[in-house]
């Protein structure tokens, strides 16, 4: 038997599909990371002012586009950009945007289940005619999906969105192109599975590699603090086996999501992991400890 050892990868340039870039100073500090490693992004809408018109998201994309392009070394990055749906998201504008090539997808945030959700969606039902038409034009939509209901312990939120929500929105928009991002649970993997193609999952590295009690491993660790917040061993068992396994509904996601030290450091710190730095070496460190490299 001759044992022979890798000691060269070669990676298809990879794409991104779940990304927090922020503005201002943040944006310059943080953009480079993901430009250097990933051909394409899809740009998270959750700014401080939220990303809710084509207007506001063309003059973002430009706003990465001038970040960018001060930096050396980049030789091409395609920021895919985002609508952020609120309750009084108006289908055409949305539908335009689409058409027209500016947003890549819509983003449903449930009203205050993360940062800056709070101009996110109160009740689902208002948005029907929005999905009607994104349903005809074949617009994707991104589900951070988690229930806000804060008499549902944080830990099930995940799994309760997928039975209230998420089911019943796939059987009224069965044609609709649904990603569940950012899984956390063997349910939602189960669910991904059993749809066989219809809707899809992301999955980030940082889920992938720690469990609830890395939040508290000798005191707590704000750093490992995100949400959907990590859940129990079991969990990222499924989502390792999920990643690895080949089924082309599993996709990269980091929601690599930067937050001032003093805001991740406080009585009360940001959810968000950054994980740009380091994502690509990351997920190959999980599949290498799967034996999943090929
Ligand atoms: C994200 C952020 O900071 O914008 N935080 C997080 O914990 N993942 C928002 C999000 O994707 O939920
Ligand atoms: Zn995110």
Redesign the pocket.
């Known amino acids: 038997v001759i044992s022979v050892k890798t000691t060269e990868l070669t990676i298809r340039q990879p794409d991104d599909w779940?990304v927090?870039l922020r503005e201002g100073s943040m944006l310059k500090a943080v953009l480079p990371y993901t430009a250097r490693q990933f051909a394409r992004a899809i740009i998270?809408p959750?700014l401080a002012e939220p990303v809710t018109t084509v207007a506001r998201a063309v003059d973002y994309r430009h706003r990465i586009l001038q970040a960018l392009s001060e930096e050396d070394g980049v030789k091409e990055f395609l920021p895919l950009m985002t609508a952020y749906l609120t309750d009084k998201t108006e289908p055409a504008d949305l539908i335009d945007g689409y058409k027209d090539g500016i947003f890549a997808a819509a983003k449903l945030?449930p009203a205050n289940?993360?940062?800056?959700?709070a101009n996110g969606v109160t009740d689902i039902r208002k948005l029907e005619p929005v999905f009607h038409n994104m349903e005809e034009t074949g617009m994707p939509l991104l589900i951070?999906g988690e229930v806000n209901d804060p008499m549902v312990d944080i830990f099930d939120r995940e799994e309760i969105f997928i039975r209230r929500v998420l089911k019943p929105l796939i059987m009224m928009f069965p044609n609709l192109k649904v990603v569940l991002?950012?899984i956390t649970t063997s349910e939602a993997v189960d669910f991904i599975r059993s749809m066989e193609g219809k809707v899809a999952a992301t999955i980030t590295p940082h889920h992938l590699i720690i469990n609830r009690n890395a939040l508290f491993q000798e005191g707590l660790r704000p750093h490992h603090?995100?949400?959907?917040v990590a859940k129990r061993e079991r969990h990222r068992l499924a989502l390792r086996n999920a990643a690895t396994s080949g089924e082309p509904w599993f996709f990269l996601g980091t929601?690599t999501?930067p937050?001032p030290i003093s805001a991740k450091e406080a009585s009360c710190g940001?959810?968000?992991?950054f994980s740009a730095l380091t994502a690509l070496e990351l997920y190959t460190q999980v599949f290498e400890e799967e034996e999943a490299l090929d």
């Not at 289940?113 to 959700?117: D, G, L, Q, R, V």
């Open positions: 779940h927090h998270m959750n945030y289940t993360t940062t800056n959700s951070h991002e950012h603090y995100c949400l959907p929601d999501a937050h940001c959810a968000g992991i």
